[in-house]
Nanobody, 114 residues
């Protein structure tokens, strides 16, 4: 069982940056692939970025070159660095461990607006 707590969301202007953090507690963090998902109002939850236990990453096309996912297994923490933010990045962002049938955080709101 893993508990996930996100932080770092907020209001930012277009072109700005935010860094989301996901702190894990419980057992197993180092062996799980970690992911960041987001859900905008009226839309389905979508995968934004994913990192395996070995550090391999993949990104949604819409965020490639702007977002960076990372993790530190010694700290049981994962991050999502978001640069060059756009209004369409506005959503509730969720941390995930071990895929859609795995573990979820409660979400942190990211709003990109001038």
């Amino acid at each position: 069982q893993v508990q996930l707590v996100e932080s770092g969301g907020g209001l930012v202007q277009p072109g700005g940056s935010l860094r989301l953090s996901c702190a894990a507690s419980g057992r197993g963090f180092p062996i799980y692939a970690m992911g960041w998902y987001r859900q905008a109002p009226g839309k389905e939850r979508e995968l934004v970025a994913r990192i395996t236990d070995a550090g391999l990453t993949n990104y949604a096309d819409s965020v490639k070159g702007r977002f960076t996912i990372s993790r530190d297994n010694a700290k049981d923490t994962a991050w999502l660095q978001m640069d060059s933010l756009k209004p369409e990045d506005t959503a509730l962002y969720y941390c995930n461990a071990n895929g859609r049938l795995g573990f979820w955080g409660q979400g942190t709101q990211v709003t990109v607006s001038s």
